[in-house]
């Protein structure tokens, strides 16, 4: 593994690697402390929308494994926000740096980013991928079960990155997955691709009762992000019927799990019930941000 752009970047084999190591780093750390596996190691955080999780998980991921951790807002604080180009921001970066993690909006930006800046790069969530976020729900999901493979999950929302990535990352880790996403939401085409090569693994859908029936965990995620504008007005139309309830959960196991990425809109995707009622997996999820970050990076970092 070069760089993680997507979960596609990931064997089977590395997926369950890093997992293995985020558990260990994370034991460490509840006994006392991590070893300090970044010592003399920067890592550049270059962020151009706003973040809570990511953004404050890798500061305190770096510094927990003794390296240097640099945040920068790429819109105001760097001359990219004001035209210096993509490819000189990546050449210079890449030579201060061991490694750069961005947080962007087109996954063909972070790519050619990639290519360029000679160090590794870590995708902090474009509008195509969010694999930092799904190693953390595997992470989870593992913790709670004890296994991966076998789980049936269902992602009920937008056909957006953490769709993507989820379908890919379960799908490699031998989940069954199934996506339920109103009509003109559905996931990127070269993922349905790729799951389509799993066959009756994955389901594509648009009913979330049939979604949901029998499975062991159930994902939802922000659908509505642009509050009092037209295209909201439109999303909570599009909708109607994909809140997370507890009606709904009931048709799933009895013992399911529900996961959210954060930030929820309680009242929207899911309810204010089954959030609370859930809350323990969704915040141990939130935290496991930061352990498998950390093995991430350490997995990166480790030959150089």
């Not at 807002?73 to 210079?92: C, F, I, Y």
């Not at 061991?98 to 972070?110: A, F, G």
């Not at 992470?139 to 789980?151: K, S, W």
């Not at 642009?226 to 994909?242: I, K, Q, Y």
Request: glycine content about 8%.
């Amino acid at each position: 593994m070069k760089h993680l752009l997507k979960m596609g970047d990931l064997t089977p084999e590395e997926l369950i690697h890093i997992l293995d190591v985020a558990d260990k780093l994370k034991a460490d750390q509840k006994a006392g402390g991590t070893a300090p596996l970044l010592k003399g190691k920067s890592v550049a955080l270059m962020f151009s929308k706003n973040s809570t999780r990511t953004r404050t998980s890798f500061e305190v991921g770096v510094y927990q494994l003794g390296g240097l951790g640099n945040y920068m807002n790429a819109a105001t604080e760097l001359q990219s926000g004001r035209g210096e180009p993509l490819k000189d921001t990546a050449r210079v970066l890449g030579r201060y740096y061991d490694c750069v993690v961005w947080r962007t909006y087109r996954q063909r930006d972070l790519e050619e980013f990639a290519e360029l800046a000679g160090v590794p790069v870590i995708n902090g969530l474009t509008d195509y991928a969010h694999p930092c976020q799904v190693l953390a729900d595997l992470m989870t999901i593992r913790e709670r079960r004890g296994a991966l493979e076998g789980q049936t999950l269902c992602f009920i929302g937008d056909g957006c990155s953490m769709a993507n990535s989820l379908i890919v990352g379960c799908l490699l880790a031998g989940m069954k997955v199934r996506c339920v996403c109103p009509q003109g939401y559905r996931p990127a085409a070269d993922v349905l691709m790729f799951a389509h090569k799993y066959g009756e693994k994955f389901q594509l859908l648009t009913d979330p009762t049939e979604g949901v029936k029998d499975a062991d965990v159930v994902v939802t995620a922000a659908w509505n992000t642009a509050p009092g504008t037209p295209e909201s007005e439109r999303r909570l139309r599009d909708f109607a019927g994909f809140q997370v309830t507890s009606p709904l959960m009931s048709k799933a196991r009895s013992d399911a799990l529900l996961l959210h990425c954060l930030p929820a809109h309680r009242g929207e995707e899911v309810s204010t019930a089954v959030f609370e009622e859930h809350a323990d997996e969704i915040f141990t999820e939130a935290e496991n941000r930061l352990h498998v970050q950390k093995a991430v990076l350490a997995v990166l970092l480790a030959n150089q």
